[in-house]
């Protein structure tokens, strides 16, 4: 493939789904704003191997396993800073979609549901629930055999309901 | 979503809506949008695409359960791929020893063992002929480029750290450690893709940190030497042939809280 058909590839790409990739990177981590370096790091790696891309709809849980590393290292304190983020980390360091008070939303409860579940466990949910995913596609995501999926989302989604029943009792 | 019953659906939305933000949110923020659309211009100006691999894996599960259970038999009595030979570089040789100018390039001129140029490594390490580089050259990044462009790292991990330990003003180490030391990093960022692969049950994560560790087992560097001789080393990174025990030994001894510069910039 030419230079500029893996230009107009990347492009594509990247118009239908950086602010998809962004929201998923500024959804699990703190202070969220880290999302712009994150997101600067999952777009480098994944223009360096545009032409390694999965064809279809297999591009967008591509990028997904590519920001699932870049954030795993991040977890491991090795996240690079990226210039070209500067601004966009400036941005999103303002932004009022960003920051707001859970105890003031009610939402409160429903973090404290999930900080009690195992990592695993949340990351099935919030794939599910923040992303939109499928079973079928959270098991691209995470490189798993689809039907282990589907049985531990159903596990997790009844230690969720277990942990968002606790919640509930806590008097406020 | 799959069918659940009217509790899991609600306890979904509920998750659903205490997300942090919600992609629509940042996809109607023009500014954002603005700066995404500069964030891609400086990534594509900034490097350049690779061509595409030759070798591609299929996921597991798409493998034919014959196929699967073949290949996981071969990694376990072969102990590990051997698809290629360990690579050979060649360092760059010096035109005349003595003549690199001073603070233009990273070559010196000055090898092996010479006064103010004694290596300094752990116990069990040696310095051998090869040229001393200046750690703070300017073209010394870009050297380093062309030796790690040929050694992919695993997804999410970067080349950062190890400059970060190597570019130091004023120091100097030897071309084969140098060398050496890329090899070593890359073998480390793949055995703990490798052991991540492990332990969340990724086959073919584990299988293409095989493959990559497979290239970075052994590594030989040969290079001009003083006068006319050459610097000819081989190292063995991962001893054994590359199984499961072998790079477990090898991540805990070396990679992580345990990693070392092979000598000291000095």
Not at chain 1, 71 to 98: F, I, K, Q, V
Not at chain 2, 12 to 31: E, I, M, T
Not at chain 2, 65 to 71: E, G, K, Q, R
Request: with cysteine; aromatic share 6%.
């Amino acid at each position: 493939m030419s230079r500029d058909l893996l230009a107009q590839r990347y492009e594509h790409v990247y118009r239908a789904h950086s602010a998809a990739i962004l929201g998923y990177l500024a959804r699990r981590t703190e202070p969220p704003e880290d999302a712009a370096d994150l997101a600067a790091e999952v777009f480098t790696v994944a223009w360096r191997r545009v032409a390694d891309m999965p064809p279809g709809d297999e591009t967008r849980l591509w990028l997904y396993g590519v920001a699932r590393n870049v954030l795993a290292n991040h977890r491991r304190g090795r996240t690079r800073r990226h210039r070209l983020a500067d601004r966009l980390r400036e941005h999103l360091s303002r932004s009022p979609h960003l920051h707001h008070d859970d105890d003031h939303d009610g939402t409160a409860p429903v973090h404290a549901a999930l900080a009690a579940l195992p990592e695993r466990d949340r990351e099935l949910i919030a794939l599910t629930a923040w992303e939109g995913m499928t079973p079928a596609e959270i098991a691209v995501v995470l490189d798993a055999d689809p039907a282990t999926v589907r049985s531990r989302l159903s596990r997790a989604r009844a230690r969720l309901r277990a942990a968002l029943a606790d919640q509930d009792r806590v008097p406020c | 979503m799959h069918p659940h019953d009217h509790g899991d659906e609600a306890d979904l939305r509920r998750v659903a809506g205490a997300a942090r933000v919600a992609d629509r949110d940042l996809a109607a923020d023009a500014r954002l949008r603005a700066l995404l659309d500069e964030l891609h211009d400086g990534v594509t100006a900034a490097g350049r695409p690779r061509a595409r691999r030759s070798l591609r894996l299929p996921a597991p599960h798409r493998l034919a359960p014959v196929l699967a259970a073949a290949l996981t038999v071969a990694l376990v009595l072969g102990g590990g791929l051997a698809l290629r030979q360990s690579r050979t570089d060649r360092a760059p040789d010096a035109t005349s020893s003595g003549t690199a100018q001073p603070g233009r390039t990273f070559r010196t001129g000055v090898f092996g063992s010479a006064p103010g140029f004694e290596f300094r490594g752990r116990p069990g390490e040696h310095g051998d002929g090869s040229e001393w580089v200046r750690l703070d050259a300017p073209d010394l990044p870009a050297y380093l480029g062309a030796l790690q462009a040929s050694r992919p790292l695993p997804p999410g991990a970067s080349w950062e750290p190890l400059h970060r330990q190597l570019l130091l003003p004023g120091k100097h180490v030897q071309m084969s450690y140098l060398h050496l030391d890329v090899i070593r990093y890359a073998a480390c960022q793949w055995a703990e893709a490798w052991w991540d692969g492990q332990r969340a049950h990724r086959t073919e994560s584990v299988l293409r940190a095989h493959l990559a560790l497979d290239r970075l087992r052994t590594y030989r560097f040969v290079g001009p030497g003083r006068g006319n001789s050459r610097a000819d080393r081989s190292y063995t990174i991962i001893r054994g042939a590359g199984a499961r025990l072998e790079i477990q030994r090898y991540r805990n001894e070396s990679c992580g809280a345990r990693w070392r510069l092979t000598g000291t910039p000095r």
